[in-house]
């Protein structure tokens, strides 16, 4: 009974390509978050969603777009795959938009080549 | 603009002692902290969350402390084990938006039996 799930959890692709990764929390919670963590181990928010509304969209390119079709899932769509977006991205959830803890997903690890 | 510091990089203690790990932030005065552990190819999972008007919180073997006037928080393991080896992070709501969090950059706790 997997809290916050994501796949893939390892994406090997070309440049130029487009690729999504999906995340699924079964917690109820009512806000979920894409987060980046590059090589150096930062961790840095990319979007947020509220009740499938979004409420945090950091400075981050538009080739990614973000999609919730439900309140248990957030998907990232990316477009045309830079070597830079070569990172772990984490999908995270809580219960209220701030204040809360936040329940991480496993990681996908992706590699642009 | 606001700066989170974690105390070096990497730290080493033997087995048995207590390990204190340092969150120092400038800028800001943020209602809350958080602590998480991040283990090797797995997502941060939470651990502590402290308030501004809390002095000390205990968990087990854990303690954090946060000090509004230093703007520090410690955070504690005694009778540190091989198994409390991981990457901890602390979190604090962001200056421009108390909706989301932002990381430091994380110590690499060693504990060595």
């Known amino acids: 009974d997997t809290a916050v799930s994501q796949t893939p959890k390892y994406l090997v692709t070309q440049m130029g390509n487009d690729k999504s990764i999906k995340c699924e929390q079964n917690?109820?919670?009512?806000?979920m978050y894409w987060y980046k963590q590059d090589s150096k181990k930062f961790l840095k928010i990319m979007f947020s969603?509220?009740?499938?509304?979004?409420?945090i969209n950091e400075t981050v390119p538009n080739r990614f777009s973000p999609k919730s079709p439900d309140k248990a899932h957030l998907n990232l769509h990316i477009n045309s795959l830079e070597l830079g977006d070569s990172a772990v991205y984490f999908c995270?959830?809580?219960?209220?938009?701030?204040?809360?803890?936040?329940?991480f997903g496993p990681g996908t690890r992706l590699t642009v080549l | 603009s606001q700066k989170i510091e974690q105390n070096s990089e990497a730290l080493n203690i033997q087995e048995g002692k207590t390990a204190t790990l340092t969150c120092n932030y400038t800028?800001?005065?943020?209602?809350?902290l958080q602590w998480y552990r991040q283990d090797p190819g797995r997502g941060p999972v939470f651990l502590l969350l402290?308030?501004?008007?809390?002095k000390e919180k205990r968990k087990e073997r854990l303690k954090v402390t946060f000090d509004t006037t230093l703007k520090q928080s410690l955070f504690h393991i005694t009778a540190s084990q091989p198994a409390d080896s991981a990457t901890y992070l602390c979190?604090?709501?962001?200056?421009?938006?108390?909706?989301?969090?932002?990381f430091g950059s994380g110590t690499q706790l060693t504990v060595l039996p």
């Open positions: 917690l109820g919670h009512d806000t």
């Open positions: 969603y509220n009740n499938k509304e979004l409420i």
């Open positions: 979190a604090l709501p962001n200056s421009g938006s108390a909706r989301q969090l932002t």
């Open positions: 402290i308030r501004e008007n809390e």
């Open positions: 800028n800001y005065s943020p209602a809350y």
């Open positions: 995270a959830s809580s219960q209220k938009v701030a204040g809360d803890e936040q329940f």
